[in-house]
């Protein structure tokens, strides 16, 4: 008898800044055994190889730097830096470079690896841009007296 294969959970979560989505996100993440990222995290990782390198051509750079990139470099303590943060602003609006990035995260949310039964994402643009045929999409906002 073959075994029916079983669809991976695909979770995206938008949500505003400071609304408690990352928590919810590792949560969901431990408890369903899914394969998680930070969406904003990777342009903070790539402001922090620009900062580390100073190429001249950063997208060519990071184009070559981001085959690389491993979910666990995105644990890098180094990337709440008020520089990186710095960097990240001034990086994260060139088109270029959100194409790379959107590449990336479409990468994670669909290739899940054996040990994982599906994925889950959180960040902006993600229900609708980055994986929008979620099985379960979340929009999460809080009031300041909620965070």
């Not at 949560?27 to 990782?45: M, S, V």
């Not at 190429?55 to 060519?60: A, G």
């Not at 180094?78 to 995260?105: E, G, H, M, N, P």
């Not at 599906?118 to 609708?128: E, K, M, Q």
Request: with cysteine.
């Amino acid at each position: 008898m073959k075994s029916k294969k079983i669809k991976p959970i695909r979770i995206a979560i938008d949500a505003t800044a400071g609304s408690g989505s990352t928590s919810l996100a590792l949560r969901l993440a431990k408890h369903y055994k899914l394969r998680y990222l930070d969406t904003g995290k990777i342009y903070r990782w790539c402001a922090l190889q620009i900062i580390r390198k100073k190429p001249r051509n950063k997208i060519k750079f990071l184009k070559k730097k981001i085959k690389s990139l491993k979910l666990k470099d995105l644990h890098n303590k180094k990337l709440i830096d008020d520089k990186v943060a710095q960097v990240t602003s001034q990086i994260s609006s060139d088109i270029r470079l959100r194409k790379l990035v959107f590449k990336y995260q479409r990468q994670v949310a669909y290739n899940i690896p054996k040990d994982y039964k599906g994925s889950v994402l959180n960040g902006r643009d993600i229900t609708h841009n980055i994986v929008p045929d979620a099985t379960y999409k979340f929009y999460v906002t809080a009031s300041i007296f909620e965070r």
